[in-house]
Structure formats: C-alpha cells, structure tokens
C-alpha cells in the first residue's frame, strides 16, 4: 500500500529564516499532495496542495514543489514568524477515489524568536 | 456554513468499557474518515465513509468500528477499551473523501 515518510521529524530554525520539510511516496500513482498545519490544541488545516500536473505552487510565504520522477515533495515556508510554530503533516493520494488518505508522520516546526 | 462537529469533545472511560464517537460533516459532504492522533504519533487512519458504505479501512483490531448514516452523520465505536486506546480521534469531512480535508476538533479520549 501507499506509505509517506517526511522528515525531519522536528526542525527549529530562527524567525525570519527558511523552513524545508520534505516527503517521500511510494505509489507512483499518486496524483494529489496536500499538506496540513497543525497548531497546538487545534485541528489540522489544510495549507496548500498541488497536483502531479504542476511542478511546483506558492501561496505567499508557503510554496510546495513536487518531484514526481524521484517521487518526493516539499513544504518550503519562507520568512518564518512565529505563528508558523505547529505540527505539519504531508499526505499522497492516489486518485480521486482513494479515500484511504496516508499521511507522513508529521515535522514539528518551532520558530526561535 | 458550519464546520465538522464531534461529539463529545473529552469522555474518560476506563478499561473494558466501550465508547461511542460522533461526528456530523459538513453540509453537502458525503465522506467522513476517522483517524487516532496520538502524543508523537501522526495521524493513522482508521476508516472511510462514504454514502453508507465503508471504502476503507486501516490497521486496527476488530475493536474499533464504525457507521454512517443517511444524513452523513457518523459514528465510531471503540469495544473493550484499553489503556492504548486513550488518543484524540479526528473525524474529517469531504466531498468526495480524496481531495481537501475539513477537521473535526477531536474527541479526546482518556482511558484509565
């Protein structure tokens, strides 16, 4: 079945740097990447996602770009800010009837001030 | 328009009993899944609904169940509870169960 690793598993970089978090698929197949932020004591949110036909997406600070031939993606975050301190889960889904949604095992980002 | 809602938010059950979870979509979503988020862990899956029917379902014991009914609304029942077993359980909605996730805010469930 589909397995997701994501690493690092924590990661702390200091206010205003660059984050990178990173995840690997094993379905080939895979066609939508989303990530979710999870802030403490909150429910996890959607940030961005992208589809296997587009290389890479931003949305202001956050952007994901996508390597479908190596079969990995990654979360980048620039100019980092306190409110970017949360869990962050990626997940790779197969098609739109997939409903089985394997998510990586999560990056606990914390922003030093 | 209003968002996923579980219910209860915290229940504490002690081993050996069993536990009944709600969750009610969005409206207009006919897909619910559960997942057991657990301190360090990530968010493993437990199963899908989908118009009444199971789609999927993860790896986990014969002890954890689940519904749906006609309105969307679902359930999920835990037997025999264990010590294990204490975790918050999310529920999610959506369309179609593939694409953009709505979170519920979790059950949180603490087994004694």
């Known amino acids: 079945g589909e397995n997701v690793e994501q690493h690092p598993s924590t990661l702390s970089v200091q206010e205003g740097d660059s984050a990178v978090i990173k995840c690997t698929y094993s379905?080939?197949?895979?066609?939508?990447f989303p990530w979710y932020k999870q802030e403490l004591g909150k429910r996890p949110q959607l940030i961005i996602d992208?589809?296997?036909?587009?290389g890479e997406k931003k949305d202001q600070r956050i952007a994901v770009t996508l390597n479908k031939t190596a079969k990995h993606f990654s979360l980048h975050i620039t100019e980092t800010q306190p409110e970017d301190s949360a869990v962050y889960f990626c997940?790779?889904?197969?098609?739109?009837?997939?409903?089985?949604?394997?998510f990586g095992s999560g990056t606990r980002l914390s922003i030093r001030p | 328009k209003a968002g996923v809602t579980q219910t209860p938010r915290y229940l504490i059950k002690t081993r050996g009993q069993q536990v009944t979870l709600s969750c009610s979509p969005i409206?207009?979503?006919?897909?619910v899944s559960w997942y057991q988020q657990t301190p360090g862990q990530g968010l493993q899956f437990l199963f899908e609904?989908?118009?009444?029917?199971?789609?999927n379902k993860g790896n986990f014991p014969g002890r954890f169940s689940g519904r749906q009914f006609s309105n969307s609304r679902s359930e999920m029942n835990v037997s025999t509870l264990e010590l294990g077993d204490s975790a918050l359980y999310l529920c999610?909605?959506?369309?179609?169960?593939?694409?953009?996730?709505?979170f519920g805010a979790g059950s949180r469930l603490t087994v004694l």
């Open positions: 999610a909605s959506s369309w179609d169960g593939a694409n953009v996730l709505t």
């Open positions: 379905d080939s197949a895979s066609n939508y």
């Open positions: 992208i589809r296997s036909n587009v």
């Open positions: 997940a790779a889904i197969k098609d739109s009837s997939a409903s089985k949604i394997i």
């Open positions: 409206s207009g979503h006919r897909s």
């Open positions: 609904y989908f118009s009444e029917t199971q789609r």
